[in-house]
């Protein structure tokens, strides 16, 4: 198990109306490399994702960021912002470019931002030499039908959202079903890729899913979300025996 | 060569340059802006005032407005590039008739209906058509250069960052991405294109009057993108051979050339009958091809 925080929340509330559909006092995240969010529908897990990628805003509180020991207020960051220092998101509903082929994607999220100039019309070639080894890796690791052609599938797309979030490099990953649509073959890939990161590169991993099976085999800790709040959090083996689990989500 | 080709060669070669800059926009970088005819205005008009009112030296003027266009491109990028398409293409609209307003209401600086000028040739030749058949070669070579920028950029870093942000601003920058940033530069940088070719007309037009920047100039170049195709530069060189080259000039000379006279009656119909066959041809291409002449298999997913 990895020691240290990535992300503290501090009395997190987010509230539609006089509905609140978040409210977590104290939290913390990233003491493991994998760690799993669950919890029934309308919960306010995909919330919790939105609100610590600010796709939405906070109604109240404060959610920070801890890098090389410094303690980062990311309460109002941009997307691009947290991307820079190490927090990226995977999407729960399956985005894509519609006008990039997947090598094109994969160059895109490998492009450093000096290479992305209106005036250097020249650099493709040194992009392409930067990024061949890593970019052949992925295609070598995961199975795409045209690699230099479209994504066509919803598996492929959903895929390339997850590498593309890999190759950022990212201290903290958030991921919204990662493998919700993905075949049997090629959800074992992403977990398996998911365990190496967490292992080998010190990468820590957020998972919100609602396939228990793989929430029990891949996360070390697990957090259950219920009513806007985490009700409990512990050890696969600790959630799984947990009463109140049973009882408001995985039944008696 | 004929004054007549020399001029027309020249303003093709203009209306091919702005309509590759709006590829670069719309195309490439998803940016709706319907206001194309204010930097081409701000661009002839600041031109015309810094070489006749100021006498300053062509080159040094024309770097001037570029500049200058620059700047004004990117504070309205700033305010307006992080709306909807919708309100770019207001703001844009909206951005083109102050322009057009201020060129009309401004007597002092811009001769208003009165027009100014003269705007003479960059260089002095003997003979005038030797300044002129120099002055179209520039243009062709300068078109050139922004239909090859056009064809490159798609597979160059940048282009794919840009392409990224046209179809997916969010998820783009979610890769990290500085999308308003590199949208406001883009957006800039395209308009002072537009902006040269706009200070380059003046010394075709040689005196300027406010009609020369209505609003149909933005919408020739948009409907030449469109019906040429907007996924290929090259659908802008056919768009705007298929209307401005067809129908300012091409059909009339056809026409001349053949020796088919026209009683007078005729000829006060001919502007209606030109935009009626216009208008047909439009109808036809959405019709029968509606991602334009030059389209291709793919565009978003869909033929």
Known sequence: ?252 | MSSYWIQAISFVAIFIALAGSLYLQSSIGGITNFGIVGFFGVAMYLYTIFVVTLAMPPLLALLAVVGIVFVVALVLGRVILNLGPQSILVATLAFATIIRHLATVLEGVTGAAKGIGTVKMPWDFEKTSDEKILFMVVLIVLAAIVLLYAAKIKKTPYGRLMLSIKDNEVLSESLGKATLNHKVIYFAFTCAIIGLFGALTAPIYTYIFPHFILADVTFVVWIALILGGRMSVWGAVVGIVATKFLFDFGIESALSAFQVRMGPAFGAMWPNIKLAVFGAMLIAIFMFRPNGIVSRKREGGQQ
């Open chain 1, 1 to 252: 198990m990895s020691s240290g925080k990535v992300i503290h929340l501090k009395n997190v509330v987010k509230k539609y109306g006089g509905r609140t559909v978040c409210d977590i006092k104290d939290n913390v995240l990233g003491e493991c490399g994998i760690e799993g969010l669950i919890g029934p529908n309308g919960a306010g897990k995909t919330t919790l994702i939105n609100l610590i990628s600010n796709k939405i805003s906070l109604t109240e509180g404060q959610i920070s960021f801890f890098k090389d020991d410094e303690e980062i207020d990311i309460s109002k960051s941009s997307l691009g912002k947290l991307a820079r220092i190490g927090l990226v998101r995977s999407n729960q509903i399956i985005q894509d470019f519609d006008s990039l082929t997947i090598m094109d994607s994969l160059l895109l999220s490998l492009a450093p931002s000096k290479q992305e100039r209106f005036y250097k019309l020249f650099g493709d070639k040194k992009a392409r030499k930067m990024a061949e080894e890593e970019i052949a890796w992925y295609l070598d690791f995961f199975h795409f039908n045209d690699p230099y052609g479209h994504a066509d599938s919803a598996g492929e797309k959903k895929l390339l959202d997850v590498i593309r979030c890999m190759m950022l490099k990212p201290k903290y990953v958030l991921m919204d079903e990662p493998t919700a649509g993905l075949p049997e073959d090629q959800t074992q890939k992403a977990i398996e890729l998911m365990k190496k990161k967490t292992q080998e590169e010190g990468m820590k991993i957020l998972i919100v899913e609602h396939d228990l099976e793989l929430i029990w085999g891949v996360c070390e800790k697990i957090h259950f979300m219920s009513e806007g709040k985490i009700m409990i959090k512990g050890t696969p083996e600790e959630i799984k025996c947990n009463e109140i689990v049973h009882k408001k989500y995985i039944g008696e």
